[in-house]
């Protein structure tokens, strides 16, 4: 069974830094499938990072060049470093572990960014 357990998070100033982590159980393999999505109040669900299959990362252009997706292995735990966080960011955070056809996903963790 799939568990993803988010922490980190909370409430940080315009131009400040927070970091997100994502720990996986029941999963043997396929980090690469896991990744970030965020939603803002009324909007969407939208993509923020994740792994192509090669392994390397990708991002949403809104993230591109402040947002840093990375894993750690041996843990099993996805992370996503975020800086130079803009209020625009402020959303609730899920990480994803895609196995098609399921999704599975983290419980949620709010980060909000203060102008």
């Known amino acids: 069974q799939v568990q993803l357990v988010q922490s980190g998070g909370g409430l940080v100033q315009a131009g400040g830094s927070l970091r997100l982590s994502c720990a996986a159980s029941?999963?043997?393999?396929?980090?690469?499938?896991m990744g970030w999505y965020r939603q803002a109040p009324g909007k969407q669900r939208e993509f923020v990072a994740s792994?192509?299959?090669?392994?390397?990362?990708y991002y949403a252009d809104s993230v591109k060049g402040r947002f840093t997706i990375s894993r750690d292995n041996a843990l099993n735990t996805v992370y996503l470093q975020m800086n130079s966080l803009k209020p625009e960011d402020t959303a609730l955070y899920y990480c994803?572990?895609?196995?098609?056809?399921?999704?599975?996903w983290g419980q949620g963790t709010q980060v909000t960014v203060s102008s």
């Open positions: 792994f192509t299959t090669a392994g390397n990362p």
């Open positions: 994803s572990f895609i196995s098609p056809p399921s999704v599975y």
């Open positions: 029941g999963i043997r393999f396929g980090l690469n499938a």
